[in-house]
């Protein structure tokens, strides 16, 4: 293996006294986790590119992954890589950016109120999106209206002239603001006017097929990927990409060849015939039921089985939460309700209420004791899988797949 000799090594002063090869260069700071942050400030500065922001409560990795798969196709960028989109991981990416870069495509995820905005004072943002304002991180921002003042973070952080598309057809869009700023707002949707009009969406094999209307024009789209949900979120890359002067035929083949990120509505075949749908990598009440509306498209014919668990972090909302996921699935009824963890049982229980066969609801606390029950499940069933981070539910897909 060839050895590679570091050229620089950036420690603690605390750590001073550690001895390195004699062409090493040693700087020693006080804060490295501060240095980190001037270092990508000033390469930020040395590389001057376009800085694209995309945030919401649902959709927002799925958005940034549709929209790198039409701009890397023209030029070189830098984008959020996995879950790693809050304002720590930023210097990361900054630091990556050299002079063959022309786009700094971010992703902003937040924990808190102020996160997006820290992000925004630095990269200052030329062109963004909010996909929808949901209930995703309720219980530690204290409420919706604080979802709200999170989201406008992003427009409030942007660039004088900058461009932001917002969602038509969510509520709590519309109470983002642009009138005190110098920026841009323009609207995807479907069943509202938008500018980027999305119709006639229906199923394919391989994911959704729907027309685009733009300027009075209309536009045939294909994505490899499934639910009215990854539609919209196609309809918030389809604008971004527009403002940025790429042709419709530029963002077409893009997103006909955009990757899913991972755990989101992966298909994977399990054993006995069934099809795994996995979609573990996070859970909120929008994005849950949004993963049930593919459940029952896809299955068809076959045994629905919906495997569902704790949603984290929806403080005050927790009991409304869960209960709109019962109702959903008490008019939407699948053969099989499973839910697994400690709150999850919540949603068996509001679903039950409003009519759902309480003999097709059944609860467990653990993975286990699921997977017992899994292991049984007829032949050809169809099987989604949603729950938080911390419930690691692709474990479950790992062991029912096949082979």
């Given amino acids: 293996m060839k050895q590679v000799r570091p050229l620089a090594v950036v420690i603690p ?27 990508g400030l000033w390469n930020f500065r040395q590389y001057p590119v376009k800085t694209v ?13 549709m929209v790198a798969s039409v701009l890397k196709r023209r030029y070189p960028i830098v984008k959020t890589e996995g879950n790693l989109n809050t304002a720590s991981f930023l210097p990361t990416y900054l630091c990556r950016l050299s002079s063959k870069h022309r786009v700094l495509l971010l992703e902003m995820g937040m924990k808190s109120l102020g996160n997006i905005a820290k992000q925004c004072r630095v990269v200052r943002p030329q062109v963004g999106a909010v996909t929808n304002v949901g209930e995703a991180h309720y219980g530690s921002v204290g409420g919706a ?24 057809d969510n509520d709590r869009s519309r109470k983002l603001r642009t009138e005190h700023v110098n920026v841009s ?10 500018h980027v009009q999305g119709s006639h969406i229906r199923y394919t094999s391989r994911g ?22 990854n539609v919209y979120n196609a309809l918030a890359a389809i604008g971004i990409c527009y403002a940025m002067g790429f042709s419709m035929a530029e963002i077409q083949k893009g997103l006909s060849m955009f990757k899913q990120p991972h755990m989101r509505l992966q298909l994977v075949k399990g054993v006995r015939g069934t099809l795994l749908i996995n979609d573990a990598w996070n859970a909120n009440p929008t994005s849950m039921i949004a993963g049930l509306n593919v459940l029952n498209a896809l299955s068809g014919n076959r045994k629905s089985i919906a495997v ?3 949603m984290k972090e929806l403080g005050s909302y927790t009991q409304q939460a869960y209960n709109r996921v019962g109702d959903y699935i008490a ?13 999850a049982n919540l949603i ?3 679903a039950v209420s409003k009519g759902f066969n309480p003999q097709k609801a059944v609860s467990f606390r653990t993975r286990e004791a699921a997977l017992r029950h899994l292991l049984r499940a007829p032949s050809g069933s169809v099987i989604y899988f949603k729950a938080s981070r911390s419930l690691h539910f692709e474990k479950l897909v790992k062991q029912l797949k096949a082979g």
Avoid at 23 to 39: G, K
Avoid at 185 to 194: C, E, K, L, M, S
Avoid at 214 to 227: C, D, H, K, L, Q
């Fill in 331 to 343: 008019r939407h009824p699948v053969d099989q309700l499973v839910t697994v963890g400690r709150y």
């Fill in 145 to 168: 209206h604080n979802i709200v003042k999170a989201k406008q973070e992003l427009i409030d952080g942007m660039r004088d002239g900058g461009v932001v598309w917002l969602n038509a």
């Fill in 13 to 39: 002063s605390r750590y001073r006294h550690l001895s390195f090869p004699a062409e090493t260069a040693v700087i020693q700071v006080s804060d490295p986790y501060r240095s980190f942050w001037r270092l």
């Fill in 308 to 310: 569902l668990g704790d």
């Fill in 185 to 194: 707002r323009y609207w995807f949707g479907i069943d509202q006017p938008a």
């Fill in 53 to 65: 922001a995309i945030t919401g409560s649902a959709g927002k990795s799925t958005t940034t992954s």
């Fill in 208 to 229: 959704m097929s729907f027309h685009v209307h733009v300027n009075g024009r209309t536009y045939s789209f294909t994505i490899p990927a499934f639910g009215k949900h």
């Fill in 348 to 350: 068996a229980r509001r």
